[in-house]
């Protein structure tokens, strides 16, 4: 008798439970049509500064914790390449719980092999490395902050990461002169989703440190959605179909920082890379140059 009143006993609080989950959930939606705040003009205010807090920029698909980036074959197991052993375990890599629909990237098999090329040769190859501006998505869930700046008449997005920039286009600006690191980006409203059209990128461009890329014909469709004052919902779909079966898409929330006097801060790495892309030319390391 005891166990049967206690089975229902549980069966009454998870029914509880799972209805304030529901009423919960069902009132997060209506506050987010109508508590999100808003400009002047009536639409969803983004400025602010924000960020991802996920593993994403690892790999946009889901992967187990690894040793380091960079691996070399071992007598059980890969093992940390020589230029990275002495990090020990802040070279390693926690893992990636995933953020692509439907779980894979679909690659055509040809794209596929270069993505497995790039992951093993990701120590001389991924852009993020030599302090190239990463592109769109990956700027966006790259592990610093950025900033929006908007307006009734301008869209402007500042990152942190080597002083990247985009300004959104709120008119239709036609085809893009030339390919550039982050594109050109085209932005107009879906009721209260801001959506963005962004083409002309640079093909060498990465998604993520596992390799992931595209080629010049890719599009990405970004949508922001503003959950809550704090919480940004976004989404890219992205269409390359010299690489990708289909098109395909990734998903994340984005938080505001909310720090008192928190400043977007700079993160200029051209410096800091200066020895790894030019440090050969100096005068001693000739041999190194020219093989002697």
């Known amino acids: 008798m005891r166990a049967k009143e206690w089975r229902l006993g549980l069966l009454g609080a998870v029914a509880a439970v799972t209805l304030a989950a529901c009423t919960s959930t069902g009132m ?3 506050a987010s049509a109508t508590d999100i705040p808003r400009t002047p003009g009536g639409k969803p205010d983004f400025n602010g500064i ?12 889901s992967a187990p914790a690894k040793a380091a980036f960079a691996l070399v074959p071992g007598d059980f197991v890969p093992v940390p390449a020589p230029e ?3 990090l020990g375990a802040v070279g390693a890599v926690p893992a990636s ?8 990237i679909p690659y055509k098999p040809a794209a596929l092999a270069q993505r497995d090329s790039n992951r093993e040769n990701w120590l001389s190859s991924d852009p993020e490395i030599k302090c190239y501006m990463p592109g ?8 610093h902050p950025f900033q929006i700046f908007q307006s009734d008449k301008a869209f402007f997005i500042a990152y942190s990461f080597a002083g990247a920039v985009r300004n959104v286009y709120l008119e239709d600006p036609g085809e893009p002169p030339l390919d550039a690191w982050m594109g050109q980006s085209y932005g107009y409203w879906d009721g209260d989703t801001f959506v963005v059209e962004v083409t002309g990128l640079d093909d060498r461009t990465w998604f993520d440190r596992a390799g992931n890329y595209h080629t010049y014909k890719l599009k990405v469709t970004e949508r922001y959605t503003l959950l809550s004052e704090n919480v940004i919902q976004y989404e890219a779909t992205m269409e390359d179909p010299d690489i990708f079966e289909r098109p395909w898409t990734i998903r994340m929330p984005i938080y505001r920082r909310l720090e008192e006097g928190f400043e977007l801060p700079q993160f ?12 050969r030319y100096r005068k001693g390391r000739e041999s190194e140059l020219f093989g002697e």
């Open 28 to 30: 997060q939606s209506q």
């Open 50 to 61: 924000w960020q991802v807090l996920s593993t994403a920029n690892n790999n946009l698909e």
């Open 84 to 86: 990275v052993v002495a």
């Open 97 to 104: 719980f995933g953020v692509v629909e439907g779980g894979s």
């Open 136 to 143: 769109v998505p990956r700027a966006t869930y790259i592990p």
């Open 268 to 279: 200029k790495c051209v410096e800091f890379v200066e020895e790894l892309m030019y440090g």
